[in-house]
């Protein structure tokens, strides 16, 4: 039974791998022109959403802490919207991950 598996098995001649491989190269340079630079380095678009996020969180939280370093009236009061702005992406970002999981 065995002999019987082996000779079920397809056999691929050049021709019909380097068609193959001429499509998948065509299909990623598609994916590549679809995302743009930006998906390039973020990914898809859900995971691009929770990326920026992260990143509004984390200057926005390094933006509260050098504000506070800073000791006048004004920059305290930039700590606290700095902080607001992360506390707000973290929201979206929470929000969007449960959404995205339902």
């Given at each position: 039974?065995?002999?019987?598996?082996?000779?079920?098995?397809?056999?691929?001649?050049?021709?019909e791998?380097?068609?193959?491989?001429?499509?998948?190269?065509?299909?990623?340079?598609?994916k590549?022109?679809?995302?743009?630079?930006v998906?390039?380095?973020?990914?898809?678009?859900?995971?691009a959403?929770?990326?920026?996020?992260?990143?509004?969180?984390?200057?926005?939280?390094?933006?509260?802490?050098?504000?506070?370093?800073?000791?006048?009236?004004?920059?305290?009061?930039?700590?606290?919207?700095?902080?607001?702005?992360?506390?707000?992406?973290?929201?979206?970002m929470?929000?969007?991950?449960?959404?995205?999981?339902?």
């Amino acid at each position: 039974m065995a002999a019987d598996e082996s000779k079920n098995v397809i056999a691929l001649d050049k021709q019909e791998i380097a068609r193959l491989n001429a499509v998948h190269e065509h299909a990623a340079r598609e994916k590549a022109m679809e995302i743009g630079r930006v998906g390039y380095w973020l990914g898809s678009r859900d995971n691009a959403i929770i990326y920026i996020a992260a990143g509004v969180i984390l200057l926005g939280m390094i933006g509260a802490g050098v504000m506070v370093w800073i000791n006048t009236p004004a920059s305290n009061d930039m700590a606290k919207a700095f902080a607001a702005l992360a506390l707000s992406a973290l929201g979206y970002m929470f929000g969007s991950a449960r959404q995205s999981s339902s």
